[in-house]
């Protein structure tokens, strides 16, 4: 199983409201990461866990709150988003192995904030 | 820091033809790794090939190989006999070798295919 799953797929909310965006894997992977991404530029990381502990906060606002149940779940708590957080949100995951290479990414979370 | 650039941003190509995508990148180290992402519209990113820097020989995944030019700091992805479901966003990346598994990412081609 090489995937990396994210649910909703889509998700709309108020600049009020509180949400959360999940993401899971099953391939063993300790590493895990949130990006941010604009129509037509790349994925911009936010977050990184490394065996369930936070290890790279990209400066991202207090308005996005990360958190990693196991090591196989990665969440991201939304609360008083503004619009211009609206983007595609991508999760990846990948080895610790320093000689490994590849992170497999989610689909994405389509988000628009009202 | 590590900056990675991709001064295409658009690159279309017939059916069965053959295009070169471009990147180049800025660093001061000696070990690291290359690679580029495939991410079609509405599709997940899938990794497409991947080139160790010490390594002189180029990589190649069946239709992909990549021309990497250590001393230039060049690593350009040649798509062979293109298809259809070739259309998609085309990212460039580099991570060094040591250090974690962060990625830093070009600015992206985006591939047009013409029938």
């Known amino acids: 199983d090489t995937e990396v799953t994210q649910t909703p797929k889509h998700l709309v909310m108020g600049m009020t409201n509180k949400k959360s965006l999940k993401c899971e894997q099953h391939m063993g992977h300790r590493a895990m990461y949130w990006y941010k991404q604009k129509a037509k530029k790349p994925p911009e990381l936010m977050f990184v866990?490394?065996?369930?502990?936070?290890?790279i906060n990209e400066s991202v606002p207090s308005r996005f709150s990360p958190e990693c149940p196991n090591s196989s779940l990665l969440n991201l708590h939304l609360h008083a988003l503004q619009p211009e957080d609206s983007a595609l949100y991508l999760c990846?995951?990948?080895?610790?192995?320093?000689?490994?290479?590849?992170?497999?990414f989610g689909p994405g979370t389509r988000l628009t904030v009202t | 820091a590590q900056t990675v650039t991709q001064s295409q941003p658009e690159m279309s190509v017939q059916e069965a033809e053959t295009v070169t995508l471009s990147c180049t990148y800025d660093t001061s180290e000696s070990d690291y790794y290359l690679f580029w992402y495939k991410q079609p519209p509405s599709r997940q990113m899938i990794l497409v090939i991947r080139q160790e820097a010490y390594k002189q020989q180029n990589a190649t995944e069946n239709r992909f190989s990549v021309n990497f030019q250590k001393a230039a700091k060049s690593f350009s992805l040649k798509i062979s006999d293109s298809q259809l479901g070739d259309a998609a966003m085309y990212f460039c990346a580099y991570r060094r070798y040591n250090a974690g598994n962060m990625l830093t990412f070009g600015g992206g081609t985006r591939l047009m295919v013409k029938p």
């Open positions: 866990y490394s065996y369930e502990k936070l290890s």
């Open positions: 990846a995951s990948s080895t610790q192995d320093s000689s490994s290479y590849e992170q497999y």
